[in-house]
């Protein structure tokens, strides 16, 4: 196993060197003068100060030089220094992940926990209503446009019945850990960001679950007389366990990418929200940091399904 | 949207002027006045965008303005109503020649933690300007005698800042010429810092990365505003708790939030239930807004315009556009009073000059500004006049080359896009090829500034500061030029002699009176020609819709100042 | 974007033979029988033709174009007694059914061309790193694994953000991201098919590379690539308007369903009835997509069960 582990890890390496270059590339050849949109406005501002600006910022060298100096900078976690908020980018997204990170796990909690039941009774009941609504709802899930969802929510549960809030993560004045008044916030947002994944899982189960009635070990179990519900939860939801597993590599790189649109919705203060103003400002350094992070993530947690993955089925050799 | 941080073409510093003692409370008292304030309670901002820094000498955006302006106080304020220069932390005086400026702090001020706010601590903000390297403000102190060379390393003191000897609350500031906006750029833009806080960081050996990278820049605990920084929850909020040291009274008020949120319709959401107790929400949510009962409205026009700004020599337009008459044509031609009421429901003035009624650079005697009343016929027979005809097609002509004018604005701002389009429409009916063109605001920027000449006409907004110096935007020094690598806000290329003088006269007078008298009259002549001239159509004033929550007692904002009276506001319970 | 079209791909079967009359014939059989993927087809065409006749409708039956306004009536309330008012005016009073009849035109055009694009790269990549394996394979891993490692919906934000691409390289930007998963699968029945019987004949009478992967190979995988592609047209035509909602994509005055949104959020205080109906068109054409798609596999490969 721990082979396994680290031969993965080798593997991500060149990967995120390849992610490392085109971040680079797409920040640092776009069109526009970043130093000249930071100092835009200020009064009596000369060319001279924008160009010292310029070479603060190393800004002013050739671009694979600049390239080598962010990267080998990156290697010691030095992102570099924001042009906005004058720290380092990278500690400043650290300061910002963990508001991300609950979201994404307590979105992913809604997914398992509604999806994963939908598509096992859908399969109990084949052929019902309940199927067919569930069956239409794991397609469904997937098109409806999440930043709109989230606006008829809003609309709907802060605007008119007020009963959830609107925006933000807590209620000003409440105290950090005030944890029923975070979950009041999280709900709205978390459920737009776990739609596809409670599709997805529905699905998936349905699928499995159907799979695994049909095989003769249940039918043999069913003989011997095990109650359904046994059956079904002994021997489907261990088999069902893999692609649920299998699925999470995709549902991890949604939850990243979506939540940068749900965050801007619900304006939760997020490394999506939080990049996406830098993008729109230019501020190099945070763009390239929040992207190279939310590529680990990726990364990372790729791995973890994949040594999931590995103890969950027997079948998988570790090599 | 939130995001959109740089919206708004911002000219001039921060100088939005900060929080002090109003020396006399019954002017802005209300009916609440009366009676008697309660202590406590917690006053929520709504905010679009969050701060970025807490330091003053690296502040460059508005939000950051705001709570470093609470943090921090300055020595000179202007009057919230009418932006004229009074004492605040420091009194002050120049000399005959105008060349120096004497400040004594006041004898009361204090930092949070005891100490007395001394002149030391104003040469330390100096210094640290001058050391930073990230500073944007360097060119604030130029004409200060010597900080240039402190500021190239050439020297180790900086010569024209002297502290008084018997007094260590008084000190002198020397100027290497007489410049009327230095006045605000070195007193009025929250630059005094704890010595004994910030020294460490600006001795001869340190380098500018100490005072850019500073802790304290963060996390100030050493403040001399009526507040004391507490937390800050990136893209979130802002927590300041009142500081019961100072010097001009302690706030009523326990706590100040500085709350982020998504956009204007969650400002209005917020303030409805009550979430937020004050904002400024955008014109088409007013009318909802004032069905609410909960809260109070305060209009007052805002501390700048939105304007389409002509090309004059643009690659298409820049033809029709170099004529005097045809750029009154598109004044006459455009129903302000109609774009008013369709892009911000009525809640603006049509503006027709650079300065604004608030400010006291605007001429008082309004009767010689032309109005550009809204007249089609006029319009028209200005441009038979320049030689336009209309074609077979209905379209206007001249030399075989048909009016096309392409107005462009940020994209992301409805207000704009409204008015764009607004604006093409009406301009069709003249017989112009007009239409809209959102475009990013980087994109934008980058083209006027940089003197590209694509552009016909620009539909932005400049916020104006305290200061009314328009040197930045109407100098002809200031007009871009790409062969020469010069950038500026130039980007009408239109540029008049007389103009010229009198802002170079406004700006530093060549007999040294910088009285407000004497640059009104400057001001005067320069706001006549651009009238005249219309290289803008100086489009509308905007009012600022300022909601508070009912039970927010003495809050009174102005079109210079929302804070300046913030330690005499209360909650009543 | 990436889990729908990753999971809806993880069960397609590996297992493949020549497409042959019988194939297609119980293919069609089966389309005919299932009667959710024909709603899905007509509710297509009925979006697609409505779309296109566009103009037809705004000149003949609502008698208002898109990009008229009418500053005294902003925001009017949905009535029939006005068929131009029929869904409500925006804030410079432009009728918005026209705008979502229009709007429809940007967004399906966007589907459709950025699609083409993906599926271009995507096959022609997928088929090469198939055939040839080896370096061109690892390279070509290597890249994918790259791409997949930063999340594409985040990639496409930052780019249109920083980049402010105009509406066609958008376009082709959205279809350069989107073709990894085409790829990936062509790739994977590539690899396959090479050592297939007919494949290995035709190699031993000396076809030449070119031919055997376009005219032997291709042909086999064609018919689920279409599945794939009408689900990544959903995909992006739910990208494209996230991105238009932040102001990124199509810009205004062209209607598009994500910016005649953008606009809606700040007066869904005042005119809720402006927010539903894009979201509404978004979400019934990205459903008639994965609908289809998912019928066209079922029908395709009988090992597959919804």
């Given at each position: 196993?721990?082979?396994?582990?680290?031969?993965?890890?080798?593997?991500?390496?060149?990967?995120?060197?390849?992610?490392?270059?085109?971040?680079?590339?797409?920040?640092?050849?776009?069109?526009?003068?970043?130093?000249?949109?930071?100092?835009?406005?200020?009064?009596?501002?000369?060319?001279?100060?924008?160009?010292?600006?310029?070479?603060?910022?190393?800004?002013?060298?050739?671009?694979?030089?600049?390239?080598?100096?962010?990267?080998?900078?990156?290697?010691?976690?030095?992102?570099?220094?924001?042009?906005?908020?004058?720290?380092?980018?990278?500690?400043?997204?650290?300061?910002?992940?963990?508001?991300?990170?609950?979201?994404?796990?307590?979105?992913?909690?809604?997914?398992?926990?509604?999806?994963?039941?939908?598509?096992?009774?859908?399969?109990?009941?084949?052929?019902?209503?309940?199927?067919?609504?569930?069956?239409?709802?794991?397609?469904?899930?997937?098109?409806?446009?999440?930043?709109?969802?989230?606006?008829?929510?809003?609309?709907?549960?802060?605007?008119?019945?007020?009963?959830?809030?609107?925006?933000?993560?807590?209620?000003?004045?409440?105290?950090?850990?005030?944890?029923?008044?975070?979950?009041?916030?999280?709900?709205?947002?978390?459920?737009?960001?776990?739609?596809?994944?409670?599709?997805?899982?529905?699905?998936?189960?349905?699928?499995?679950?159907?799979?695994?009635?049909?095989?003769?070990?249940?039918?043999?179990?069913?003989?011997?007389?095990?109650?359904?519900?046994?059956?079904?939860?002994?021997?489907?939801?261990?088999?069902?366990?893999?692609?649920?597993?299998?699925?999470?590599?995709?549902?991890?790189?949604?939850?990243?990418?979506?939540?940068?649109?749900?965050?801007?919705?619900?304006?939760?203060?997020?490394?999506?929200?939080?990049?996406?103003?830098?993008?729109?400002?230019?501020?190099?350094?945070?763009?390239?940091?929040?992207?190279?992070?939310?590529?680990?993530?990726?990364?990372?947690?790729?791995?973890?399904?994949?040594?999931?993955?590995?103890?969950?089925?027997?079948?998988?050799?570790?090599? | 949207?939130?995001?959109?941080?740089?919206?708004?073409?911002?000219?001039?510093?921060?100088?939005?002027?900060?929080?002090?003692?109003?020396?006399?409370?019954?002017?802005?008292?209300?009916?609440?006045?009366?009676?008697?304030?309660?202590?406590?309670?917690?006053?929520?901002?709504?905010?679009?965008?969050?701060?970025?820094?807490?330091?003053?000498?690296?502040?460059?955006?508005?939000?950051?303005?705001?709570?470093?302006?609470?943090?921090?106080?300055?020595?000179?304020?202007?009057?919230?109503?009418?932006?004229?220069?009074?004492?605040?932390?420091?009194?002050?005086?120049?000399?005959?020649?105008?060349?120096?400026?004497?400040?004594?702090?006041?004898?009361?001020?204090?930092?949070?933690?005891?100490?007395?706010?001394?002149?030391?601590?104003?040469?330390?903000g100096v210094q640290a300007v001058g050391k930073s390297a990230k500073t944007v403000r360097k060119s604030s102190y130029q004409d200060v005698q010597g900080f240039n060379d402190y500021k190239d390393g050439k020297a180790q003191t900086i010569e024209g800042i002297k502290i008084d000897s018997s007094n260590p609350k008084k000190f002198t500031v020397t100027m290497a010429k007489v410049?009327?906006?230095?006045?605000?750029?070195?007193?009025?833009?929250?630059?005094?810092?704890?010595?004994?806080?910030?020294?460490?960081?600006?001795?001869?050996?340190?380098?500018?990365?100490?005072?850019?990278?500073?802790?304290?820049?963060?996390?100030?605990?050493?403040?001399?505003?009526?507040?004391?920084?507490?937390?800050?929850?990136?893209?979130?909020?802002?927590?300041?708790?009142?500081?019961?040291?100072?010097?001009?009274?302690?706030?009523?008020?326990?706590?100040?939030?500085?709350?982020?949120?998504?956009?204007?319709?969650?400002?209005?959401?917020?303030?409805?239930?009550?979430?937020?107790?004050?904002?400024?929400?955008?014109?088409?949510?007013?009318?909802?807004?004032?069905?609410?009962?909960?809260?109070?409205?305060?209009?007052?026009?805002?501390?700048?315009?939105?304007?389409?700004?002509?090309?004059?020599?643009?690659?298409?337009?820049?033809?029709?556009?170099?004529?005097?008459?045809?750029?009154?044509?598109?004044?006459?031609?455009?129903?302000?009073?109609?774009?008013?009421?369709?892009?911000?429901?009525?809640?603006?003035?049509?503006?027709?000059?650079?300065?604004?009624?608030?400010?006291?650079?605007?001429?008082?005697?309004?009767?010689?500004?032309?109005?550009?009343?809204?007249?089609?016929?006029?319009?028209?027979?200005?441009?038979?006049?320049?030689?336009?005809?209309?074609?077979?097609?209905?379209?206007?002509?001249?030399?075989?080359?048909?009016?096309?004018?392409?107005?462009?604005?940020?994209?992301?701002?409805?207000?704009?896009?409204?008015?764009?389009?607004?604006?093409?429409?009406?301009?069709?009916?003249?017989?112009?090829?007009?239409?809209?063109?959102?475009?990013?605001?980087?994109g934008l920027v980058t083209k006027l500034t940089s003197g590209d000449k694509t552009l016909d006409a620009t539909i932005i907004g400049w916020s104006l500061g305290s200061e009314p110096d328009p040197y930045q935007i109407w100098h002809s020094s200031q007009i871009p030029d790409p062969a020469k690598n010069v950038t500026g806000f130039g980007f009408t290329y239109f540029k008049d002699?007389?103009?010229?003088?009198?802002?170079?006269?406004?700006?530093?007078?060549?007999?040294?009176?910088?009285?407000?008298?004497?640059?009104?009259?400057?001001?005067?002549?320069?706001?006549?020609?651009?009238?005249?001239?219309?290289?803008?159509?100086?489009?509308?004033?905007?009012?600022?819709?300022?909601?508070?929550?009912?039970?927010?007692?003495?809050?009174?904002?102005?079109?210079?100042?929302?804070?300046?009276?913030?330690?005499?506001?209360?909650?009543?319970? | 974007?990436?889990?729908?079209?990753?999971?809806?791909?993880?069960?397609?079967?590996?297992?493949?033979?020549?497409?042959?009359?019988?194939?297609?014939?119980?293919?069609?059989?089966?389309?005919?029988?299932?009667?959710?993927?024909?709603?899905?087809?007509?509710?297509?065409?009925?979006?697609?033709?409505?779309?296109?006749?566009?103009?037809?409708?705004?000149?003949?039956?609502?008698?208002?174009?898109?990009?008229?306004?009418?500053?005294?009536?902003?925001?009017?309330?949905?009535?029939?007694?006005?068929?131009?008012?029929?869904?409500?005016?925006?804030?410079?009073?432009?009728?918005?059914?026209?705008?979502?009849?229009?709007?429809?035109?940007?967004?399906?055009?966007?589907?459709?061309?950025?699609?083409?694009?993906?599926?271009?790269?995507?096959?022609?990549?997928?088929?090469?790193?198939?055939?040839?394996?080896?370096?061109?394979?690892?390279?070509?891993?290597?890249?994918?694994?790259?791409?997949?490692?930063?999340?594409?919906?985040?990639?496409?934000?930052?780019?249109?953000?920083?980049?402010?691409?105009?509406?066609?390289?958008?376009?082709?930007?959205?279809?350069?991201?989107?073709?990894?998963?085409?790829?990936?699968?062509?790739?994977?029945?590539?690899?396959?098919?090479?050592?297939?019987?007919?494949?290995?004949?035709?190699?031993?009478?000396?076809?030449?590379?070119?031919?055997?992967?376009?005219?032997?190979?291709?042909?086999?995988?064609?018919?689920?690539?279409?599945?794939?592609?009408?689900?990544?047209?959903?995909?992006?035509?739910?990208?494209?308007?996230?991105?238009?909602?932040?102001?990124?994509?199509?810009?205004?005055?062209?209607?598009?369903?994500?910016?005649?949104?953008?606009?809606?959020?700040?007066?869904?205080?005042?005119?809720?009835?402006?927010?539903?109906?894009?979201?509404?068109?978004?979400?019934?054409?990205?459903?008639?997509?994965?609908?289809?798609?998912?019928?066209?596999?079922?029908?395709?490969?009988?090992?597959?069960?919804?």
């Open positions: 196993m721990r082979t396994f582990i680290l031969r993965r890890l080798i593997y991500a390496i060149p990967t995120l060197i390849g992610v490392s270059i085109i971040t680079f590339a797409i920040v640092r050849l776009s069109p526009g003068d970043p130093i000249r949109l930071y100092t835009f406005g200020a009064r009596d501002i000369t060319n001279e100060d924008i160009e010292a600006l310029r070479r603060v910022y190393g800004l002013d060298k050739a671009m694979p030089l600049q390239y080598i100096d962010w990267l080998s900078r990156v290697v010691r976690l030095d992102f570099g220094q924001s042009f906005i908020y004058h720290k380092d980018a990278g500690s400043l997204i650290l300061e910002i992940l963990p508001n991300t990170l609950q979201l994404a796990v307590v979105s992913l909690v809604l997914q398992i926990l509604i999806g994963v039941p939908l598509g096992v009774v859908a399969a109990l009941k084949r052929g019902s209503w309940v199927d067919g609504l569930v069956r239409v709802f794991g397609v469904a899930g997937h098109a409806i446009p999440a930043f709109w969802l989230g606006l008829v929510l809003i609309i709907v549960f802060a605007v008119q019945l007020r009963l959830l809030p609107s925006q933000g993560m807590l209620t000003v004045g409440r105290d950090q850990w005030d944890l029923f008044d975070r979950l009041k916030h999280m709900l709205l947002p978390a459920f737009v960001l776990s739609l596809t994944g409670i599709a997805n899982y529905s699905r998936i189960l349905r699928t499995e679950t159907l799979d695994v009635l049909g095989q003769d070990f249940v039918r043999t179990a069913h003989a011997k007389g095990l109650r359904e519900r046994t059956v079904v939860f002994v021997h489907a939801l261990r088999n069902a366990l893999i692609p649920v597993v299998t699925a999470l590599g995709g549902i991890l790189a949604a939850l990243v990418g979506g939540a940068l649109v749900v965050e801007t919705v619900f304006s939760w203060p997020g490394i999506g929200r939080f990049t996406f103003a830098a993008a729109i400002a230019k501020d190099y350094p945070i763009i390239q940091a929040g992207t190279m992070i939310a590529s680990v993530l990726l990364v990372v947690s790729y791995l973890l399904r994949d040594i999931a993955y590995a103890v969950v089925d027997p079948r998988i050799k570790v090599r | 949207m939130a995001v959109f941080a740089a919206s708004v073409l911002v000219a001039t510093a921060c100088g939005q002027g900060g929080p002090s003692a109003s020396q006399e409370p019954a002017a802005s008292a209300s009916a609440a006045a009366s009676e008697k304030p309660q202590d406590g309670g917690r006053v929520i901002e709504a905010t679009i965008s969050d701060i970025a820094t807490m330091q003053p000498i690296l502040v460059n955006d508005t939000a950051s303005g705001r709570v470093t302006g609470l943090l921090y106080d300055v020595l000179i304020q202007v009057d919230a109503k009418t932006g004229e220069p009074k004492p605040n932390l420091a009194t002050f005086s120049v000399s005959q020649d105008g060349l120096t400026y004497t400040f004594e702090i006041n004898a009361k001020a204090n930092w949070s933690d005891g100490k007395p706010v001394i002149a030391q601590d104003y040469l330390t410049s009327c906006p230095a006045l605000l750029d070195i007193a009025n833009t929250y630059r005094i810092l704890p010595t004994h806080v910030f020294g460490k960081y600006l001795t001869a050996t340190s380098k500018p990365e100490d005072i850019d990278n500073a802790p304290e820049n963060t996390n100030p605990q050493v403040v001399d505003g009526p507040f004391t920084f507490s937390e800050w929850r990136k893209g979130d909020q802002v927590i300041l708790k009142k500081n019961p040291n100072y010097w001009n009274g302690a706030p009523h008020l326990d706590e100040y939030v500085y709350k982020v949120v998504a956009n204007t319709a969650a400002v209005t959401a917020g303030l409805k239930t009550g979430e937020i107790t004050f904002g400024t929400i955008a014109a088409r949510d007013l009318a909802d807004m004032q069905t609410v009962d909960s809260v109070k409205i305060t209009k007052y026009p805002s501390l700048g315009y939105t304007f389409i700004g002509w090309d004059t020599q643009s690659n298409v337009a820049g033809v029709a556009l170099a004529d005097k008459r045809v750029r009154q044509a598109l004044a006459y031609g455009l129903d302000m009073d109609a774009v008013i009421k369709a892009v911000v429901f009525n809640e603006a003035v049509a503006h027709v000059a650079h300065h604004v009624a608030v400010q006291w650079a605007y001429p008082q005697d309004t009767s010689a500004l032309n109005p550009y009343k809204f007249d089609k016929a006029k319009a028209q027979s200005l441009l038979t006049e320049a030689g336009w005809v209309k074609g077979a097609d209905g379209i206007l002509a001249k030399d075989g080359k048909k009016f096309t004018l392409t107005i462009s604005t940020n994209s992301g701002n409805t207000e704009r896009e409204t008015l764009a389009q607004v604006a093409a429409d009406q301009y069709k009916q003249l017989g112009i090829d007009a239409k809209a063109a959102p475009e990013a605001f980087q002699p007389a103009m010229d003088k009198a802002i170079e006269e406004g700006r530093n007078p060549s007999n040294g009176d910088c009285s407000l008298a004497a640059r009104r009259k400057n001001y005067d002549t320069f706001n006549k020609v651009l009238n005249e001239q219309q290289p803008y159509n100086f489009g509308y004033v905007p009012n600022v819709l300022a909601v508070s929550s009912k039970t927010l007692q003495n809050f009174n904002p102005a079109p210079f100042s929302t804070v300046y009276n913030v330690q005499d506001w209360w909650i009543k319970k | 974007m990436a889990t729908t079209t990753a999971t809806l791909r993880g069960t397609v079967a590996d297992t493949l033979v020549r497409p042959s009359r019988s194939l297609w014939s119980n293919a069609w059989w089966k389309l005919r029988h299932d009667r959710l993927t024909i709603a899905a087809f007509c509710m297509l065409a009925l979006l697609v033709a409505l779309s296109l006749a566009a103009d037809l409708f705004a000149d003949n039956v609502f008698n208002y174009s898109f990009s008229r306004q009418d500053l005294l009536h902003t925001y009017e309330k949905p009535t029939f007694s006005n068929l131009a008012y029929l869904l409500g005016t925006d804030e410079i009073g432009r009728s918005q059914v026209v705008r979502l009849l229009y709007g429809g035109r940007v967004s399906l055009g966007v589907g459709f061309v950025a699609a083409l694009v993906n599926l271009t790269i995507g096959v022609t990549v997928g088929l090469a790193a198939g055939y040839f394996r080896g370096l061109v394979d690892d390279v070509f891993t290597l890249f994918v694994t790259t791409l997949n490692s930063i999340p594409t919906l985040f990639l496409l934000l930052i780019i249109a953000a920083i980049w402010q691409p105009g509406p066609f390289t958008l376009t082709v930007v959205i279809g350069a991201l989107f073709w990894t998963g085409i790829s990936l699968f062509t790739r994977g029945q590539t690899f396959a098919l090479r050592e297939r019987e007919f494949v290995v004949a035709a190699k031993t009478i000396g076809a030449r590379d070119r031919r055997i992967m376009f005219r032997h190979i291709l042909p086999n995988i064609l018919p689920l690539i279409f599945v794939l592609a009408a689900i990544d047209i959903g995909a992006i035509i739910l990208a494209e308007s996230a991105l238009s909602f932040l102001g990124l994509g199509i810009l205004p005055p062209t209607p598009s369903w994500g910016n005649m949104l953008t606009g809606a959020t700040q007066y869904f205080v005042r005119a809720p009835f402006l927010v539903y109906p894009p979201g509404v068109m978004i979400f019934l054409t990205v459903l008639s997509l994965y609908l289809i798609g998912d019928g066209l596999r079922d029908a395709l490969d009988p090992r597959i069960r919804g």
